[in-house]
């Protein structure tokens, strides 16, 4: 059973930064595909960014694209998304999420596990 645990979120004003983490259980960014979700009050869980476990292939939603970095440090078991130029419209609670098997990396359901999510706030 892999165990994720996101921390970073907070409140932030328009234009700053924040980083999240993601701390892993056990030793998978290997084995492991990984991405990060948000979602917003009254809005569907919606994807990030993500990384193949080969860490070969790396992709971002448009709307973050330019803004956020995600990156892996295998000996601390921790993946992070650096977010910066933060906008309201990133207001949300932010999820970390894994996969052994995933082929579809944007797509939540393919997901096995998720951490308990963190919030960031983006004040104007």
């Known amino acids: 059973q892999v165990q994720l645990v996101e921390s970073g979120g907070g409140l932030v004003q328009a234009g700053g930064s924040l980083r999240l983490s993601c701390a892993a259980s056990e030793r998978i960014f290997s084995t492991y595909a990984m991405g990060w979700f948000r979602q917003a009050p009254g809005k569907e869980r919606e994807f990030v960014a993500a990384i193949s476990r080969s860490g070969i292939t790396i992709l971002y939603a448009d709307s973050v694209k330019g803004r956020f970095t995600i990156s892996v440090d295998k000996a601390k078991n921790t993946v992070y998304l650096q977010m910066n130029s933060l906008k309201p419209e990133d207001t949300a609670v932010y999820y970390c999420?894994?996969?052994?098997?995933?082929?579809?990396?944007?797509?939540?359901?393919?997901?096995?596990?998720w951490g308990q999510g963190t919030q960031v706030t983006v004040s104007s």
């Open positions: 999420a894994a996969d052994r098997t995933i082929v579809v990396y944007k797509s939540a359901a393919a997901y096995d596990y």
